[in-house]
């Protein structure tokens, strides 16, 4: 049975120390004494900053896909891509592997891990949380371990900068949202803490069932 | 109480006893703090080490311009933007993808040695050395991505296309591995000996 005088305490998943942690104030944290290691984060309307930075996240993520990308002129031939079209002629190279890599990284850990945030943050808001949504938050964890679209990003400016002597270079309306979806994602997983989420979904979960065990108890005694 | 008669899910993080089987709020098995998987992170380190030498010997990048092709390996890519002046990106792609593998495998090699033999190493900066393999070992993906990206975007046939070579999927690969070896180590392992 888990003990209920700690549903408040924490074991620092980094030394494996028990730490009380009281109900933060917004904008505090709770450090682990033994380690440093921050527990857990309170952010101002956490819940609020998750949901809208993701769905903006999200929505620059779809526009990111469709339009143009980067075009690059050299000796009067132009050549046009989007962003899905970098990874395409990679499949056109009989580069496989890599471009299935390039895919997951792209765009396919990016959506999972967004539209994950938005549908956990979305049913906490409106209440609607079970013991199943644990289930995604364990992983959203692991989607955040993979996820490396900053590093994609960064590589994109370095390419830019490694071929900016060879060719022109013009940036598209795609990369500009793919460069808002990135900033966006991380002013999500700023306002991102797991203890928190958990201890939200927990207590969600336990207060919309008191009411029923009340009454089944009412019930029996009644009976 | 102390944290070791008790057990934390790794799922909802609710604290039980230790004779509980199950989380009481999630249903999650619960794990007993088994001893350290050293092995699975020795595989993961050693495989890791084996896609090192594919990965910086061949070439990750190959260029055709104007019916000229050149290949490059890791190094010489960094040598080659430095020669050009771009001290730079000269600089994050020799720290990302020469430095920053041979201190994390140092690191990983120093962790998983100091538990495999039980050297009594300062719990404190085990965790420190781990967290930053853990942190900074990601961007060393940035060769790989850019190399990635360029091929998808320079093809404009005999003028210039960039095509990747073989060592960037062992780049790719070689990342990967010590991901997995970093993340089959579990911090806490470091600090249950702490406080005998
Ligand atoms: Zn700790
Ligand atoms: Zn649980």
């Given at each position: 049975?888990?003990?209920?005088s700690?549903?408040?305490?924490?074991?620092?998943h980094?030394?494996?120390?028990?730490?009380?942690?009281?109900l933060?104030q917004?904008?505090?944290s709770?450090?682990?004494?033994?380690?440093?290691?921050?527990?857990?984060?309170?952010?101002?309307?956490?819940?609020?900053?998750?949901?809208?930075?993701?769905?903006?996240?999200?929505?620059?993520?779809?526009?990111s896909?469709?339009f143009?990308?980067?075009?690059?002129?050299v000796?009067?031939?132009?050549?046009?891509?989007?962003?899905?079209?970098?990874?395409?002629?990679l499949?056109?190279?009989?580069?496989?592997?890599?471009?299935?890599?390039?895919?997951?990284?792209?765009?396919g850990l990016?959506?999972?891990?967004?539209?994950?945030?938005?549908?956990?943050?979305?049913?906490?808001?409106?209440?609607?949380?079970?013991?199943?949504?644990?289930?995604?938050?364990?992983?959203?964890?692991?989607?955040?371990?993979?996820?490396?679209?900053?590093?994609?990003?960064?590589g994109?400016?370095?390419?830019?900068v490694?071929?900016?002597?060879?060719?022109?270079?013009?940036?598209?309306?795609?990369?500009?949202?793919?460069?808002?979806?990135?900033f966006?994602?991380?002013a999500a997983?700023?306002h991102?803490?797991?203890?928190?989420l958990?201890?939200?979904?927990?207590?969600?979960?336990?207060?919309?069932?008191?009411?029923?065990?009340?009454?089944?108890?009412?019930?029996s005694r009644?009976? | 109480?102390s944290?070791?008669?008790?057990?934390?899910?790794?799922?909802c993080?609710?604290?039980?006893?230790?004779?509980?089987?199950?989380?009481?709020?999630?249903?999650?098995?619960?794990h007993?703090?088994e001893?350290?998987?050293?092995?699975?992170?020795?595989?993961?380190?050693?495989?890791?080490?084996?896609?090192?030498?594919?990965?910086?010997?061949?070439?990750?990048?190959?260029?055709?311009?104007?019916?000229?092709?050149?290949?490059?390996?890791i190094?010489?890519?960094?040598?080659?933007?430095?020669?050009?002046?771009?001290?730079f990106?000269?600089?994050?792609i020799?720290?990302a993808?020469?430095?920053?593998?041979?201190?994390?495998?140092?690191?990983?090699?120093?962790l998983?040695?100091?538990?495999?033999?039980?050297?009594?190493?300062?719990?404190?900066?085990?965790?420190?050395?781990?967290?930053?393999?853990?942190?900074?070992?990601r961007w060393?993906?940035i060769?790989?991505?850019?190399?990635?990206?360029?091929?998808?975007?320079?093809?404009?046939?005999?003028i210039?296309?960039?095509?990747?070579?073989?060592?960037?999927l062992?780049?790719?690969?070689?990342?990967?591995?010590?991901?997995?070896?970093?993340?089959?180590i579990?911090?806490?392992?470091?600090?249950?000996?702490?406080?005998?």
């Amino acid at each position: 049975m888990h003990i209920d005088s700690l549903n408040n305490s924490v074991i620092c998943h980094q030394c494996g120390l028990l730490v009380d942690v009281p109900l933060l104030q917004d904008g505090s944290s709770a450090n682990c004494p033994r380690c440093a290691k921050v527990l857990t984060k309170r952010h101002r309307n956490a819940t609020d900053h998750v949901l809208y930075f993701s769905i903006s996240a999200l929505l620059c993520l779809l526009y990111s896909v469709g339009f143009g990308f980067l075009e690059m002129s050299v000796q009067g031939q132009v050549r046009q891509i989007t962003l899905m079209e970098s990874v395409t002629t990679l499949f056109s190279l009989q580069e496989m592997a890599l471009g299935t890599l390039m895919t997951v990284i792209i765009v396919g850990l990016p959506a999972i891990y967004v539209s994950l945030l938005i549908y956990l943050v979305g049913s906490i808001k409106l209440k609607r949380v079970s013991r199943h949504s644990i289930d995604i938050l364990t992983v959203v964890g692991y989607v955040r371990f993979w996820n490396m679209c900053e590093i994609f990003f960064l590589g994109i400016l370095v390419s830019m900068v490694k071929i900016a002597g060879l060719a022109h270079i013009e940036i598209g309306e795609s990369f500009w949202a793919y460069a808002f979806f990135n900033f966006f994602l991380f002013a999500a997983i700023m306002h991102f803490d797991k203890v928190q989420l958990a201890r939200a979904i927990r207590e969600l979960t336990w207060e919309r069932e008191r009411p029923r065990q009340d009454s089944t108890n009412e019930a029996s005694r009644v009976g | 109480m102390s944290a070791k008669h008790l057990l934390s899910c790794h799922h909802c993080m609710l604290i039980h006893d230790e004779n509980s089987l199950h989380c009481s709020f999630c249903h999650a098995t619960l794990h007993r703090p088994e001893p350290l998987n050293l092995q699975r992170s020795w595989v993961f380190l050693l495989t890791a080490l084996l896609l090192y030498f594919p990965a910086n010997l061949l070439p990750i990048m190959i260029t055709n311009s104007l019916g000229t092709r050149t290949s490059n390996t890791i190094a010489g890519g960094v040598m080659l933007l430095w020669d050009h002046g771009s001290y730079f990106i000269a600089s994050i792609i020799f720290i990302a993808s020469l430095l920053v593998p041979i201190a994390k495998f140092i690191a990983l090699f120093a962790l998983c040695l100091s538990e495999t033999f039980d050297l009594r190493l300062d719990a404190y900066n085990k965790t420190t050395i781990y967290r930053m393999t853990e942190y900074v070992g990601r961007w060393s993906m940035i060769d790989v991505f850019v190399v990635a990206f360029l091929a998808g975007f320079i093809q404009m046939g005999e003028i210039m296309s960039i095509y990747p070579g073989p060592a960037a999927l062992a780049f790719a690969a070689m990342v990967i591995f010590t991901m997995l070896a970093a993340n089959s180590i579990n911090p806490k392992q470091f600090w249950d000996k702490h406080d005998e």
